[in-house]
């Protein structure tokens, strides 16, 4: 079946340096895509998200890319400190014919070393 | 404005008992989901509502999870009777539209002994 998966189950960088955590999608039908993270014991929290009319859209700090050819998405962040530790997910919906339902992946573990 | 609320945030039962879960959506959101995430793995689809009708019930597991949504406001999810794989945590999210940004709550941590 169509699934979102990530590449990475742990990524591990150092404070101020940039952080790219990957995502593959499956479901070519997929027009919404959203980044969340998730922090101990809290919900998934927003990030950013794209439509897949763009392949770029920028945040404070994050920049979400989409290459709707390879099916992939990515998130990066900019001078990642250590507030950013936490679970990342991305999640793919499908409007027009679609269940507008997001579908997550399994997530990315984000540690920040100081 | 209030964020999407969950209550309880832990739940501690023993298998064969029946909980119940609580979910206040932002005010004015139609679309109400229901995700759970076990054993930290994906956070995957129980159901979505659109105001108080079931538009999607695809993830539900079985016939002990029931979920309601009188009204159209708040949302409860019961599972009766539990079991010990129906622990994880339970999260509900809800949306203006559909197709957009999904706001999260905190979760509910079940755990089934």
């Known amino acids: 079946g169509e699934s979102v998966g990530l590449h990475l189950p742990t990524l591990s960088v150092q404070e101020g340096d940039n952080s790219i955590i990957n995502c593959a999608y499956s479901?070519?039908?997929?027009?919404?895509f959203i980044w969340y993270k998730q922090e101990s014991g809290k919900g998934p929290q927003f990030i950013i998200d794209?439509?897949?009319?763009?392949d770029k859209r920028q945040g404070q700090r994050v920049t979400v890319l989409l290459n709707k050819t390879v099916k992939h998405l990515s998130l990066q962040i900019a001078a990642t400190q250590p507030g950013d530790s936490a679970v990342y997910f991305c999640?793919?919906?499908?409007?027009?014919?679609?269940?507008?339902?997001?579908?997550f992946g399994r997530g990315t573990s984000l540690i920040v070393h100081p | 404005e209030a964020g999407v609320t969950q209550f309880p945030s832990h739940s501690v039962i023993e298998k064969g008992q029946t909980v119940t879960l609580r979910c206040d959506p932002i005010?004015?959101?139609?679309?109400l989901y229901w995700y759970r995430r076990v054993m930290g793995k994906e956070i995957k689809f129980l159901l979505h509502f659109v105001k108080e009708s079931k538009q999607d019930e695809s993830g539900m597991p079985n016939n002990r999870f029931l979920a309601e949504r009188t009204g159209g406001t708040y949302s409860t999810l019961k599972v009766q009777p539990a079991e010990l794989e129906d622990s994880g945590v339970y999260f509900c999210?809800?949306?203006?539209?559909?197709?957009?940004?999904?706001?999260f709550g905190q979760g509910t941590r079940l755990t089934v002994v």
């Open positions: 479901n070519s039908a997929s027009d919404y």
């Open positions: 999210a809800s949306s203006h539209q559909p197709n957009t940004e999904a706001f």
């Open positions: 794209i439509r897949s009319n763009m």
């Open positions: 005010s004015g959101h139609d679309n």
């Open positions: 999640a793919e919906s499908r409007g027009e014919g679609g269940s507008y339902i997001p579908t």
